[in-house]
């Protein structure tokens, strides 16, 4: 009987293992199933040898612990809450996932622990990126083992820096796949709950504005605008009742200076320019003059952001794929800008 069985499953296999189909799983955007699943079981593995193989790297683990564990001590002034790499300049929903993570890593003593925490978020983000894929159906199976396995920054970012980034670019990834099912106002309570963890979520907004007026009108709009400002104001309610302007200044601080060292887009203009504030006005306006939606609204944010870090890959990483395969460039064009 189970021999019987067994030669049946082998038929099956045999039928479906034929050159075309094949051909199908590797370059048909509607038979992308089977490559993601067997992609995502690849990256549990490769997640795990990272950790075990790949010594940590410290960069601002230490002081996202050192932050949270003043506000676990009952400070409530924002200005108050500082770490080695200086003061807290995120909104309060980093706060509270950040003081979840102190207590589940020991007070952050616990880097394995830790470690693995981000590589859950990692492969908890694969499998909602897949699902927007599968959904918009433009990229061929191929390029996503250039999305998982073949990204070493991506997995460093993750597993061995711990950065705050991948936790606010999931929440962003879950709102859009809600967007997607036309779920607008549960997708803009996801969304506002990304910006709370770090506001480059708000990249997003000219793009998710012009949706919203698009697909849901004028009341429609204000509504979700609506849903969007509550989860900013709630989070926020013991740091505004303590210092209001000091919470909105160092979370939403738009004017911002930063460090010509760490900068890795415009290392190409000397450091005088970059400081300039004229120069900072010019990229805001060019900005602004070409806004398209979503996607495309957070790249050209980043192609006109004032500095980009190592870190911040992840913004635009898991949506360039997408990019890529929507415009006119020949397939062979978009693989060769993909991986270069």
């Not at 060292?261 to 990229?283: A, S």
């Amino acid at each position: 009987m189970a021999a019987s069985r067994r030669k049946q499953m082998w038929r099956k296999l045999k039928k479906h293992l034929t050159v075309g189909n094949l051909f199908k799983y590797v370059f048909d955007a509607n038979y992308i199933n089977p490559v993601m699943f067997l992609l995502l079981l690849a990256e549990v593995i490769v997640c795990v040898a990272v950790i075990n193989k790949i010594k940590y790297t410290e960069i601002d683990w230490v002081a996202y612990m050192q932050e949270v564990e003043g506000f676990i001590n009952g400070t409530r002034d924002y200005t108050q809450l500082k770490g080695d790499t200086g003061p807290l300049v995120y909104p309060a929903g980093f706060v509270y996932i950040f003081t979840g993570l102190y207590h589940l890593t020991d007070h952050g003593a616990n880097i394995r622990l830790a470690q693995y925490c981000f590589a859950a978020l990692y492969i908890l983000t694969l499998l909602v990126v897949f699902d927007i894929y599968r959904k918009v159906r433009k990229v061929p199976p191929f390029v996503f083992f250039f999305m998982c396995c073949a990204s070493y920054r991506i997995h460093s970012i993750y597993i061995l820096r711990m950065f705050n980034d991948p936790v606010a670019m999931f929440l962003l990834y879950v709102a859009v796949d809600l967007f997607l099912n036309n779920r607008w106002s549960l997708g803009c309570l996801l969304f506002s709950l990304a910006v709370s963890v770090k506001m480059n979520i708000l990249l997003f907004a000219p793009g998710l504005l012009y949706l919203l007026l698009v697909t849901q009108g004028t009341i429609g709009t204000v509504k979700n605008l609506i849903i969007c400002a509550i989860p900013q104001i709630v989070l926020a309610i013991p740091f505004l009742q303590e210092n209001p302007h000091g919470y909105i200044n160092m979370s939403f601080n738009l004017g911002r200076q930063f460090f010509y060292k760490w900068t890795v887009n415009w290392r190409l203009v000397p450091e005088d320019i970059f400081l300039n504030r004229h120069f900072q006005i010019v990229l805001l306006l060019a900005h602004i003059t070409i806004l398209l939606p979503l996607f495309t609204s957070n790249f050209i944010g980043m192609c006109f952001s004032r500095s980009l870090h190592y870190q911040f890959y992840v913004w635009y990483f898991h949506t360039l794929h997408y990019l890529l395969w929507t415009t006119n460039l020949q397939q062979i064009v978009s693989f060769l800008v993909n991986n270069s």
